[in-house]
């Protein structure tokens, strides 16, 4: 169920049905909980420019009526860890209560309640990292040395699954979290140890929760909004004090190192197999200076209408480097392999193997082939020397009256010197790319005997 169907569908799988929806209209969820049997609730209004815990109440409560009026039989809510509710910040406050008004309804619900999930989108997490990421030296409040017990997000999603087949029973409350009982900190530094990073941290017991907001906004824009409302919470611990979890699932939680390192695997496998049309289709990003980021990633991508056939263009794609060239700026490509060969990289010496096909594995100048899909996609590995690494991206679809070739440059920096790298040559990169997405297209309809438009 989402506010923009048309937006997810193309992410789906064949057997996925969606819905539109919005909890804070209630006349949209009647038709939505038709059928259904088992409604996981994930809602939170924290980026919401109104007050969002009355907005969650507002949404909770009017889901709860349209799952009571429709005969589903279970919620399955997933909330926070916290002690007492009066003591808790009022993010923390408000995930509690959510549950308390879901459980209100006549609807069995099965709240699960968890500390700091480990994976890409929670937004603990990515709060984490884009600290660790951007700033060598920490200066660190007082909430870095709070005790959380942090989740694997498989882990979260074994427990979500498992919560469908219990029993059948009233209401529950179930505290889950890893074995691991850790700081902000620890979970810092060992992110940054997982990245190769070396990063100092700077107690400083007078930096205020307001204080600590601001800084947050400073350093982490992108979480400004939801960061600034989220902060407080970081003073209360997060820990399990009900262990009931460990007998009604089967699950058993992985540790923090763990959970950090398959987190870190996922996204390059996710990334390995995403179609970066869909995901910046569905995240409803516009192009903007210094590309989108994805989880560690900046991407910066760009789409151009040929009327060559997608065979012609995609053969076009395939003939890149060697004695074709870059299709535009070969000088300065044969810069950039010198001054890499300066600094003990590969420089672009190595050429190709075949001048028209390639092969997974193939070297292509000071790149790399990481993934072929005949006629469709092409994905280099950059073998130069970055902080950071580097692909290039290109993919073919049938278009109208010819194709499209989408071509998506993305980086995933190393600390602070691989974002200076990234934004410093974002100008260049934009002027260099750009034209050779052009020239390629004029190329691949020059040899189909078209003519671009």
Request: charged share 25%; glycine share 10%.
């Amino acid at each position: 169920m989402t506010r923009q169907p048309e937006a997810v569908k193309g992410m789906v799988g064949p057997g996925t049905e969606v819905v539109y929806g919005d909890v804070l209209q209630r006349e949209s969820l009647l038709s939505a909980c038709e059928g259904v049997d088992v409604a996981f609730y994930f809602i939170h209004s924290m980026g919401a420019q109104a007050d969002f815990a009355d907005q969650d109440l507002q949404g909770a409560e009017n889901f709860a009526r349209a799952a009571q009026g429709a005969g589903v039989r279970r919620i399955i809510y997933l909330g926070g860890l916290g002690d007492a509710e009066d003591s808790l910040s009022k993010h923390l406050r408000s995930r509690q209560q959510t549950g308390a008004v879901l459980r209100a309804s006549k609807v069995p619900v099965i709240e699960l309640r968890a500390s700091i999930v480990i994976g890409s989108g929670s937004l603990s997490f990515e709060m984490i990292r884009a600290l660790v990421e951007r700033l060598p030296v920490m200066i660190c409040p007082k909430w870095v040395h709070v005790k959380a017990q942090p989740i694997a997000i498989e882990d979260v999603l074994r427990y979500l699954l498992e919560s469908i087949e219990l029993p059948e029973g009233p209401s529950k409350v179930y505290e889950i979290g890893g074995p691991d009982v850790v700081s902000y900190g620890e979970i810092m530094n060992e992110y940054a140890r997982q990245r190769g990073l070396r990063r100092l941290m700077i107690p400083v017991p007078l930096l205020t929760p307001y204080l600590s907001s601001l800084w947050l906004g400073l350093v982490t824009p992108v979480y400004a909004r939801v960061g600034r409302k989220m902060i407080d919470s970081m003073r209360n611990p997060t820990l399990v004090q009900d262990e009931s979890a460990r007998s009604a699932f089967s699950v058993a939680p992985m540790a923090m190192r763990e959970a950090i390192r398959r987190a870190l695997r996922n996204e390059d496998q996710q990334f390995a197999s995403t179609r970066w049309s869909d995901a910046l289709s569905v995240a409803g990003y516009e192009q903007r200076w210094g590309g989108v980021r994805f989880g560690s990633r900046l991407v910066d991508s760009r789409t151009i209408h040929c009327k060559a056939t997608p065979e012609e263009a995609f053969a076009a794609v395939e003939r890149v480097g060697g004695d074709t060239g870059w299709y535009y700026g070969n000088r300065l490509w044969r810069l950039r392999g010198f001054l890499d060969l300066l600094i003990g990289g590969v420089g672009v010496r190595r050429g190709r193997r075949d001048p028209e096909h390639l092969r997974v594995g193939d070297v292509v100048d000071f790149w790399r082939v990481d993934a072929l899909e005949a006629g469709r996609l092409l994905r280099l590995r950059a073998e130069m020397k970055v902080p950071g690494r580097a692909w290039l991206e290109f993919e073919v679809t049938p278009g109208v009256q010819g194709s499209q070739i989408r071509q998506t440059a993305i980086f995933d920096p190393i600390g602070l010197w691989g974002l200076f790298y990234w934004y410093s040559l974002y100008p260049a990169h934009q002027l260099i790319f750009s034209r050779m997405l052009r020239n390629l297209a004029s190329a691949a309809e020059d040899a189909s005997g078209g003519r671009r438009q």
